[in-house]
């Protein structure tokens, strides 16, 4: 799956790799962090958190209409100086405990550079990964290009719930910093993280430097202007309208899936924080163990490779990988002792470790059947992936039967009942089945369908879209409280439905732009 890529793919991915490692590391103990630090109830919470994401995916269209103009790769290193002073200033313990502390202000600030940097940084770093398919020979293998891009994304966000964590822990118990104050060493690991990749960036930048934007243009015969680099035409007044509409109603549905999915920082945070088994034992613990989830994915590569592999050398090396990951974890199960105490943010480590794990497994199953011309279209897979979102909140429904409110759990006490940390670890699974429908797919149809002039605008329009539902992840927060966990729950599965439902009765059109 990694042959015939264009060699600026992995360099990109990289990069964008650090920056979300940093992020995703802040991500996983933030919401947690404004209820510690300022006494903010769930609802007040929710709103900070989901505003905070709803900047961070409505900035890049900002970024993309600058980029259009000033060029993808300036924006990119503006973008990550921009993010490094927000996490600076994130990461400094100043004086906190309410609203109006110099150390809740310093925050908001904090995170207005974070968003913006992000803006300039994470639309555009796409469009240049789209913009490395628009050359003769790549154009075929744009959509594994995305996955492969996507998988690296989360290959950074599978460890940073666990350096959260570890991190805060380290700075409680070895510096003596009280539990509010050691939050902040967990949003310093982002600092480093950027110098990380932009480090990367730099580093392997003429590998893709072609497709930084500003290159100049040249007119052919038929009075139409093309890139003198791609080669690619611009499109009629009509068409280009027809793209724009047709990004437009995708933009509008995948709104409702952001909304639902990122509840992974927030209710499904607070549900593992409030209701699920604070200790495992036995193989269930073996979960828990960020090691543990890595042998897994090196297994998982390691038989693809064994039955890819163009070499018995390379065949044989998979298989020696393979004894040793299972080598490991047959060991770790033989010496499993005690409880383990299970955190609430390090549940955030499964989604990307199944988008990691799963993402050769999705593309050998859309290569097979598009060898025999039955792959699903972009439009269809975003379809799939909200009927499947609305399965894993179907998941929490069941897990929630029978449990409190989390109003009569908080007031509870030794009479509190708990979930078993399953109902979340399945949960998770299905969730991710429907973020590689969705997600990757759906960046790769933006940069496929979008008019060539507008294509840092059109990226822009997804992180809108995204933005909206991040915005609107603060539903869950408000919903948190008095309404049984089942009503909760059902909100989500609703609107996965309902835009599912639209997808499919718009289908046909959609296909016509991407065909």
Sequence with gaps: MFEGQPKGLYALALANTGERFGYYTMIAVFALFLKANFGLDPGSAGIIYSSFLGLVYFLPLIGGILADKFGFG?????????????????????????????????????????????????????????????????SDKRDAGFSIFYMAINIGALFAPTAAVKIKEWAETALGYSSNDAYHFSFAVACASLILSILIYYIFRPTF???????????????????????????SPKETKDRIVALCLVFTVVIFFWMSFHQNGLTLTFFADEFTQKTSTGLQSMAFDVINLVCIIFIVYALFAVFQSKTKRGRVIAALVIVAAVAILVWKAQHISGEVAVAAPIFQQFNPFYVVALTPVSMAIFSALASKGKEPSA?????????????????????????????????????????????????????????????????????????????????GGWFVATAIGNFLVSVGGLLWGDLPLVVVWSVFIGVCLLSALFMFAIMKRLEKVCA
Excluded: C
């Excluded at 002073?85 to 110099?102: F, H, M, Q, R, T």
């Excluded at 100049?216 to 015969?221: H, N, S, T, Y």
């Design 379 to 459: 439009p269809r897979k975003i379809a799939y992936g909200m009927l499947v979102a609305g399965v894993a909140y179907l998941i929490m429904v069941a897990a929630s039967n029978g449990l409190l409110t989390p109003n009569e759990q908080k007031a509870a006490g030794d009479a509190a009942t708990f979930a078993s940390a399953n109902w979340l670890i399945g949960t998770y699974l299905v969730l991710t089945f429907g973020e590689l429908l969705l997600s990757p797919m759906g960046i790769s149809f933006v940069s496929k369908v979008a008019p060539p002039k507008y294509k840092g605008m059109m990226m």
């Design 209 to 235: 430097r072609h497709v930084e934007g500003n290159k100049p243009k040249a007119a052919v015969a038929d009075d139409k202007v093309v890139d003198a680099k791609t080669a690619v035409p611009e499109l």
């Design 74 to 138: 300036k924006m990119v290193t503006i973008g990550i100086i921009i993010m490094f002073a927000g996490y600076l200033l994130l990461s400094i313990p100043l004086k906190a405990g309410s609203v109006e502390s110099v150390g809740f202000y310093a925050m908001l600030t904090a995170l207005v550079l974070i968003s913006f940097g992000t803006g300039l940084f994470k639309g555009n770093l796409q469009v240049m990964v789209g913009n490395l398919y628009d050359e003769a020979g790549f």
